[in-house]
């Protein structure tokens, strides 16, 4: 998929090695334990993300591994490099199958590769596109293989065949899928053309791109409900799927999930998903937010999945209201937990104004106590000691960076001096070191990623072109990589 952002990446990224060999590929293991083959260079996208958070930013990766069970059907439509493909393969097992579609030449040579390497053999990549017709398209990758497009025929790129999702279904025995996971830059219509048939016989869970876009949600959440299907979306702080708003979504909402009501009982029956319900509001002391907060930061999961929803927003809104009513409360821990609360609701947005709030608190008054509830989830379990300024620093800076950003490779370059002057700061974390030594590899400042934990979680693919070579990321260790 296209790496979205919110903030506009330099015009050029420099070399980040001269000596680099480009057909070198590095086996990336990321945190449920899959290994993804992607280029040793960290310009490309894949690469750098996975490296840097050690799994693809998409919420809805988790959602699809506890949702795909051994034995299931899984198609994956635009698969790149396998983020989803190989980790879904791995969870359907021998029993299951996973039909990966990517036409890029590049990006499938990669899937293969992973999927070859990990013995994934009930994983069938095929390599053509997925449309409204049977024949030929053009695909142009000006931007990488993560945002590669096709158009119609002898439009310039690369001629690819084009197929029919109805087509492929037939000749595979018409399975009942499912996943049906879709991301094509902007084609998904296209996909659904060509997919009545299977729509209308099956009820899998479909994930599909949006990117922020509500127009785009509002089509293709209205082209579904032809089929029975109705949007949803995911909210991972809490592991829960809830109803959906394709008119009213966030600029940072990705996907969106549809279902059907069968699949949906089912899901909801699994603790997975909250159906809509409208319910009168009762009123709530201050005292049962902050305590309804507190449960649901620490540990959503003994909750149970309606009780979690509900009370996460009925203690958001009598925080913001308590703020409101007594403007002298300190705002740094009241803030700090209705920042979280947002978050976990799926509510960025809202998320940020609480951030700002905190920010222009502290530069009128100093914090002097420290606050119950880090924004940042990590340092809940790091006490401040006697550095509060640098506790409180890190905690502002790490959720600027890590929360509202899919990944610091699309940030100014201006990043890297703030990550350098942080890092004599006593709280300065993995994942942020693991930030400032990609920038600085991508930028040329420094020949390679040091070993250490930016480099924990990779290995050269074995028997690839290349292996010989200088690397640009070096040897793996057997230690794992642990992202934040």
């Given amino acids: 998929m296209r790496a979205p952002c919110h903030a506009a990446p330099p015009a050029t990224a420099p070399r980040a090695c001269a000596d680099m ?9 990321l945190e449920d334990g899959t290994e993804v083959a992607v280029r040793n260079d960290l310009r490309r996208v894949t690469t750098y993300v996975l490296i840097e958070q050690g799994r693809w930013f998409e919420h809805e990766w988790d959602l699809l591994r506890r949702v795909a069970t051994p034995g299931a059907t899984v198609f994956d439509i635009g698969a790149n490099h396998g983020v989803y493909a190989l980790a879904l393969a791995r969870r359907v097992g021998p029993s ?3 039909v990966a579609f990517e036409p890029g030449a590049d990006p499938a040579s990669l899937l293969a590769r992973a999927a070859a390497e990990a013995g994934l053999s009930w994983l069938e990549l095929r390599e053509h596109a997925i449309g409204d017709r049977d024949g ?5 990758a000006e931007g990488g293989c993560e945002e590669a497009r096709v158009t119609d025929s002898g439009a310039g790129g690369a001629e690819i065949d084009c197929r029919r999702l109805d087509t492929v279904w037939q000749e595979l025995g018409r399975p009942d899928p499912c996943i049906l996971k879709i991301d094509v830059e902007g084609a998904e219509a296209l996909v659904f053309e060509g997919a009545r048939e299977l729509l209308d016989a099956t009820s899998p869970l479909v994930m599909f791109e949006i990117s922020g876009d ?11 409900a032809g089929f029975g299907f109705s949007p949803w979306r995911y909210l991972p702080d809490l592991g829960l ?4 708003e394709p008119g009213n979504c966030s600029s940072f909402q990705l996907n969106l999930v549809a279902l059907g009501s069968d699949r949906a009982a089912a899901l909801a029956a ?8 409208e319910e009168a509001e009762e009123p709530m002391t201050i005292e049962a937010a902050l305590d309804a907060a507190f449960e649901l930061l620490a540990d959503s999961g003994s909750i149970p999945a309606p009780g979690r929803f509900a009370r996460a927003g009925k203690a958001l809104r009598r925080i913001e209201s308590h703020l409101e ?4 409360a300190p705002a740094y821990p009241y803030r700090a937990l209705a920042y979280r609360l947002s978050m976990a609701l799926g509510e960025p947005e809202r998320g940020a104004r609480h951030l700002g709030a905190v920010q222009a608190a502290i530069r009128r008054q100093p914090v002097t106590t420290p606050p119950p509830m880090a924004m940042s989830p990590w340092l809940d379990h790091v006490p401040p000691g006697r550095e509060l300024a640098a506790w409180i620093q890190i905690d502002l800076f790490d959720r600027m960076l890590c929360a509202h950003n899919w990944s610091s490779r699309f940030l100014p370059t201006e990043i890297l001096g703030l990550l350098e002057e942080l890092r004599g700061n006593p709280f300065f974390p993995p994942h942020l070191e693991r930030r400032r030594q990609l920038r600085r590899t991508l930028r040329g400042l420094q020949p390679a990623l040091e070993p250490g934990p930016a480099t924990a979680a990779l290995r050269p693919l074995p028997g690839a072109a290349g292996g ?3 690397w640009l990321i070096p040897r793996a260790t057997s230690a794992k990589l642990r992202p934040q």
């Fill in 214 to 224: 509500r127009r785009r949600a509002i089509d293709l959440c209205r082209r579904l």
């Fill in 270 to 277: 699994a603790g997975l998903l909250v159906p809509r319900e």
């Fill in 21 to 29: 060999a480009p057909e070198a590929v590095l086996l990336v293991t």
């Fill in 96 to 98: 299951g199958r996973v």
């Fill in 136 to 140: 030929g398209l053009s695909l142009i």
């Fill in 325 to 328: 009513e007594v403007p002298e």
């Fill in 468 to 470: 010989d070579r200088q």
């Fill in 241 to 244: 799927l809830v109803p959906a």
